[in-house]
């Protein structure tokens, strides 16, 4: 069974930035692609970006595109999301996911393991 564990959320004034961790344990998610999630009070889980565990490759939903970036060590078996230049609307609680196998998706329900959540908090 695989474990995602989510690290480094925080409250950051706009225009801060933070880097969240996502540390895997439990099996090998090398055939997988890494995600972010977020989720703000009473709204929808969205996708935030995407990285082939494999071979790299990166996707970003446009609401973050040159602001966030999504990167892995494979040695530490963790996945990073820095978000840099943070805005208020970047509010929410953000979640690492991994989906078996190597096509790319931004559905959530095409994601199979989950981490707990961290809390990014963005001041105005």
């Known amino acids: 069974q695989g474990q995602l564990v989510e690290s480094g959320g925080g409250l950051v004034q706009a225009g801060g930035s933070l880097r969240l961790s996502c540390a895997q344990s439990?099996?090998?998610?090398?055939?997988?692609?890494m995600g972010w999630f977020r989720q703000a009070p009473g709204k929808e889980r969205v996708f935030v970006a995407s990285?082939?565990?494999?071979?790299?490759?990166?996707y970003y939903a446009d609401s973050v595109k040159g602001r966030f970036t999504i990167s892995r060590d494979n040695a530490k078996s963790t996945v990073y999301l820095q978000m840099n230049s943070l805005k208020p609307e970047d509010t929410a609680v953000y979640y690492c996911?991994?989906?078996?196998?190597?096509?790319?998706?931004?559905?959530?329900?095409?994601?199979?393991?989950w981490g707990q959540g961290t809390q990014v908090t963005v001041s105005s």
């Open positions: 996911a991994a989906r078996v196998g190597t096509f790319w998706s931004v559905r959530k329900d095409d994601y199979n393991y």
């Open positions: 439990g099996r090998a998610f090398s055939n997988s692609v």
């Open positions: 990285i082939r565990w494999s071979g790299g490759g990166t």
